[in-house]
């Protein structure tokens, strides 16, 4: 079974600009994550989505937002960029809702803001 | 919302001893804690987890022990090796209507040769 993939890899963005980035779970999985990674916070939850549904936020802001299509794949959707913006956006696909079943990470979105 | 703490943030061993890793949370409705590696520039992946109805787990090198009472989870890696150098995570969730994980903030293994 293929991966979890992510598109594109790596991006470089300026300030206020916008970008949206694509996960495609592992097939079957329903449920697709994204979390972002900076050097000393961790990976921290941006959003989980199911059957089309969003289900749980974590706290964000607004600019932050994603959705996922019938066949599973997911977009996240980051507007009026900032500096601080600059991570590693990773999504992870599970077959059912994550906290009870196990989540397969994607290689991550590089994204850098100048 | 739950919250986990990690400890130690940086960790370093000679090749064959062991490391513990351990983290505490807050939410006692999580019911689920996985530990994921990540070894630098590749995403991580889940190595061992353990669920609420289980003490302890154990696979091969690697051990992962859960006391609910004092709400902390206890990673072990015996006879650590080189390529166990890489940062862990632990996380923890309560399932059921909150569909999310909450990670600690990471612990950088090196295992020197």
């Known amino acids: 079974k293929a991966g979890v993939t992510q598109t594109p890899r790596y991006l470089i963005k300026t300030r206020g600009q916008q970008v949206t980035l694509s996960c495609s779970p592992i097939?079957?999985?329903?449920?697709v994550s994204w979390y972002q990674q900076t050097p000393g916070q961790g990976l921290q939850f941006l959003f989980e989505?199911?059957?089309?549904?969003?289900?749980n936020k974590g706290n964000f802001p607004g600019r932050f937002s994603g959705r996922q299509f019938s066949n599973s794949r997911s977009e996240m959707n980051v507007s009026t960029l900032e500096l601080g913006d600059s991570a590693l956006y990773l999504c992870a696909s599970s077959t059912i809702p994550p906290g009870t079943d196990t989540q397969y990470f994607g290689p991550g979105t590089r994204l850098t803001v100048l | 919302g739950e919250n986990v703490e990690q400890h130690p943030s940086t960790l370093s061993v000679q090749e064959g001893d062991s490391a513990v890793i351990k983290c505490t949370y807050s939410d006692s409705a999580s019911n689920y804690f996985p530990w994921y590696k990540q070894e630098l520039g590749k995403r991580p992946q889940l190595i061992i987890d353990i669920r609420s109805n289980v003490g302890e787990k154990k696979d091969q090198r690697i051990a992962v022990t859960l006391n609910k009472t004092a709400k902390h989870f206890s990673l072990h890696i015996t006879e650590t090796q080189p390529e166990d150098s890489a940062v862990y995570f632990c996380?923890?969730?309560?399932?059921?209507?909150?569909?999310?994980?909450?990670f600690g903030k990471g612990t950088l293994l090196t295992v020197n040769p």
């Open positions: 996380a923890a969730s309560s399932g059921g209507s909150n569909y999310k994980l909450t």
């Open positions: 989505y199911f059957s089309e549904t969003q289900r």
């Open positions: 097939s079957g999985h329903r449920s």
